[in-house]
Structure formats: structure tokens, C-alpha cells
């Protein structure tokens, strides 16, 4: 069975002082559940804090970005290196990286690379534009996404790895529309027939895909209930109290009512 995870981009919000009283409230809230998986991204600059903070029994760290390259002269970078013995995960490919900072199909497989070479899990962020959508072309973007992003890794790599379905037009940055979970599970499920198709259909069994659009407390659920679903990746959210720790107790809520069904 996948392990459902729920991720908490904190994209660039929060300073030291915010961030760990948000992981206080959220300890204090969040209990350990052994089918679920909470995962905090929190800027670069708090990571080395709210690792000292963080009870690993409920929590694990990603690094919402890193450099590719190990070591050397690059001003202002941070590489997955570095990171190793701090995060679990890497968000990789995030749609405001690829946008806002012009990350190219390469800059992404150097940095899955990268991640996977340093024993980082890499948080792969797909999706199409809404350009993409009305010119039915969001099967080839996906497909080009995802073949380049996992080009360098074997199927045990894959296994492993962590793909996130964020429709662009559904993020709060570029629209923030509503995608439909019919929808959804249409690019959810020809992202994994790819996988199959790549690497297998075990691997494609064991990889696991979240929806990354905009979600909040009272909509999650509606996605992480959809067929092939593991969870999702909150943005905008995430730095809500109330809001992150409603969508890990819709989690659990369902984990409940599975288990009660079998
Ligand atoms: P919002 O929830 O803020 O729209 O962002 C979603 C996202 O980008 C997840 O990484």
C-alpha cells in the first residue's frame, strides 16, 4: 500500500520566528499515524532551525529547491548536498521555478539527478498552462515533463520518487481556477500509464502521485479521495493552521473510514 502524504509548501512566507511557532502548533496538533505522511517545506533559510524542532515521528523536511551541481563556485546556491543529512524530500520543478525563474526541461532531470545522487526523495511538479489545456495539448506537456525529469534514473530510482499533478491554471499564482477531480484523475492516470510505460507497471504501482493545485481544508478531501491519489501539496494553505492541520484530519478521517470498511 502507497503511504498518503500531505505536503505543506510554505513557499516564501514565514520567517524563523513564524515558521517555528507554526511547527509548534502543528506539533501539538498532529498526531503519528502510521499509513500517513506529513511533510513540511519551509524556505531555505529555516530548514537548519525546524530540523533542530521537528519531532521526526510525525513530520519529515523538503527543501522546496536546490542546486544541482555538488560543490563549487555558485554564488547564492544551495545544493542537495548540502541538504542531505537535513531534508527527506526535494520539491523539484515547481511551477513557479519553471515560470518565475525559467527552469528548463534540463535544469529539472540535472536536479532529480541531483537529488536522487545525494539520497534526497524528489517531489517532481508537473503540469500544463492554461494555453496548454485549450489547445489539447496537456498529454504531450505532461508526457515531455515527465520523460525528462526521470531520464537519468533507474526503475528502483523511480519507485521511489514522488510526482506531483499541479495544473498551472489551478495554482493561486496563475489563476487559482477549481480543476475538476474528473479531470484530475484523467492526468493522474496517464501520468502513471507513462511510468508503465517507462518502467514498468510495478514501479508504476509504487510511485506515488498527489495533486498539487490549490486546495484548502474543505476541498482536499474531494481530490484525495480520487482513484490513484496519495495525497497532495499544498501551497497557500499550508501556512494556515487551521487550514493544514483540516486537510491532515480529512486525511486521517479517511484512513478511518477505510479502515473500517475492510
Ligand atoms: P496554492 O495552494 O497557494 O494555490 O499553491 C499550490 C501550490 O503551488 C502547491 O505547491
Not at 541538504?83 to 513557479?96: C, F, K, M, P, Q
Not at 496537456?138 to 531520464?151: E, G, P
Amino acid at each position: 500500500m502507497r503511504k498518503t502524504l500531505i505536503v505543506g509548501n510554505w513557499k516564501m512566507h514565514l520567517n524563523t520566528m513564524q515558521a517555528s511557532i507554526l511547527l509548534h502548533r502543528l506539533q501539538e496538533r498532529i498526531r503519528i499515524h502510521r499509513d500517513i505522511e506529513v511533510v513540511l517545506a519551509p524556505s531555505m533559510l529555516v530548514l537548519q532551525p525546524l530540523s533542530l524542532q521537528i519531532d521526526r515521528r510525525k513530520f519529515r523536511l523538503a527543501a522546496q529547491n536546490a542546486y544541482h551541481k555538488d560543490m563549487g563556485a555558485f554564488t547564492g546556491e544551495v545544493s542537495f548536498t548540502m541538504l542531505r543529512d537535513l531534508v527527506h524530500y526535494a520539491i523539484i520543478g515547481h511551477s513557479e521555478r519553471r515560470l518565475i525563474f525559467g527552469e528548463t526541461l534540463t535544469d529539472i532531470s540535472e536536479k532529480v539527478a541531483a537529488a536522487v545522487r545525494n539520497g534526497i526523495t524528489p517531489i517532481l511538479c508537473v503540469g500544463e498552462t492554461k494555453t496548454d489545456r485549450l489547445a489539447k495539448h496537456t498529454k504531450r506537456v505532461l508526457h515531455d515533463q515527465v520523460v525528462t525529469a526521470l531520464k537519468n534514473l533507474t526503475s528502483e530510482d523511480v519507485e521511489e520518487i514522488v510526482i506531483a499533478y499541479e495544473p498551472i491554471w489551478a495554482i493561486s499564482t496563475f489563476g487559482g481556477e477549481l480543476a475538476t477531480p474528473n479531470l484530475v484523475k484523467e492526468a493522474m492516470d496517464y501520468i502513471r500509464h507513462q511510468i508503465s510505460e517507462l518502467y514498468g507497471k510495478k514501479t508504476a504501482e509504487k510511485v506515488r502521485v498527489l495533486y498539487g493545485g490549490s486546495v484548502d481544508d474543505q476541498i482536499a478531501r474531494g481530490y484525495m479521495e480520487i482513484d490513484g491519489c496519495d495525497g497532495v501539496l499544498v501551497g497557500g494553505a499550508s501556512t494556515s493552521y487551521h487550514k493544514f492541520s483540516g486537510i491532515v484530519d480529512a486525511a486521517y478521517r479517511m484512513q478511518r473510514e477505510l479502515g473500517e470498511e475492510t
